[in-house]
């Protein structure tokens, strides 16, 4: 297969699907810790429902639970529960539209009743019953206060499993860690939870992640940086304590650099790609995509300081950071840091 030379932003406002089926085991535990999300605070005001998934819980016997076992993650919205809405607001797209990422469906079970429904449907010309059955799927439910909706969920749960005339189905929608659900918070909180500022921050955000993207990976002068190894990862992957890592070789940007000034306007641009690929890629990876995080290595190794520290190229670095990724740096390293920024 052929690989795309255009290198696409890594989040979406478009969700993905999950559906969990207790019919296999209908006394059997869900299998995860719920954060309330119905709470009455701004930064809940972009979440599509009440309640999300907050960790996996693991059983005694290491056994698989059904979150797990449909692949369901932390960050996970539920939306639905039997059919049943529990939304904030309506949903942006059509469900046929998204992709279903549920993992081990009970095909026995599950789709059968879906194929039955679906040629009753069909036989009965009933269309307008479908349209009917979606429109309770995407109910939007508003309570007069605070942690109604998000307890009137918990019930609903409760009286399903509770019955025996049909087993517990839970749906669910996952977002990528830059859509407005899982990244307001974040600008909201680099703005001291100023909302119209706030609000600001990220619309400038969405129109530069709408204009700088995509990025060409064929260009002569990204090939360059990339090839160099002067912006790459520092691989962490077997610690899962310490986030992923953008690496910066400056002494590798020195010899990168030119007498010619435009060369090293072009240079600075293609440093900056590179940078936000990195950033982009690991930050997507985050286990947790409601609190992405990644680190940077800024590597002064062997660094001449006649040919000055590119006071420049850090400035738009940053620049570019801070507005577009704000709250998910972790950590930033500068070794060995030179005497003269010391004293």
Not at 278 to 306: H, N
């Amino acid at each position: 297969m052929a690989q795309n030379p255009l290198f696409e932003s890594l989040s979406s406002e478009r969700p993905a699907l999950l559906t969990i089926s207790f019919a296999s085991d209908p006394t059997a535990s869900l299998g995860v810790q719920l954060s309330n999300h119905d709470n009455g605070l701004t930064n809940e005001m972009f979440s599509p429902g009440y309640a999300s998934v907050a960790n996996l819980i693991t059983t005694d016997d290491n056994q698989a639970t059904l979150a797990q076992q449909a692949g369901v993650r932390i960050g996970d919205y539920i939306t639905a529960i039997n059919n049943l809405g529990f939304r904030r607001f309506p949903p942006d797209f059509k469900e046929e539209e998204l992709q279903d990422v549920t993992e081990g469906i009970d095909l026995i079970n599950f789709a059968q009743d879906d194929v039955h429904n679906d040629a009753s449907a069909e036989s009965n010309g009933e269309e307008e019953l479908k349209e009917k059955k979606q429109q309770l799927k995407d109910r939007v439910l508003t309570s007069k206060k605070p942690g109604d909706s998000y307890d009137a969920l918990l019930t609903k749960i409760r009286q399903v499993k509770s019955s025996s005339d049909e087993p517990l189905l839970v749906s669910m929608e996952r977002y990528s860690y830059d859509s407005r659900v899982h990244s307001w918070s974040r600008f909201l909180s680099a703005r001291n939870g100023n909302v119209p500022s706030a609000m600001t921050m990220i619309q400038a955000h969405e129109r530069w992640r709408s204009e700088y993207f995509p990025i060409d990976l064929t260009s002569e002068g990204l090939q360059r940086v990339l090839k160099a190894h002067a912006v790459s990862e520092i691989d962490v992957s077997e610690d899962q304590e310490i986030s992923a890592c953008v690496y910066i070789d400056f002494a590798k940007l020195q010899s990168l650099r030119s007498v010619d000034i435009e060369e090293n306007e072009a240079l600075t641009d293609d440093v900056i790609k590179a940078f936000v690929i990195y950033t982009e890629t690991l930050l997507a990876k985050s286990l947790d995509p409601r609190r992405p995080k990644s680190c940077q290595f800024v590597d002064l190794t062997g660094v001449s300081l006649k040919q000055g520290l590119h006071a420049k190229l850090l400035r738009k670095l940053y620049g570019t950071f801070e507005p577009n990724y704000p709250e998910t740096l972790e950590k930033m390293v500068m070794y060995p840091v030179p005497k003269i920024m010391v004293s």
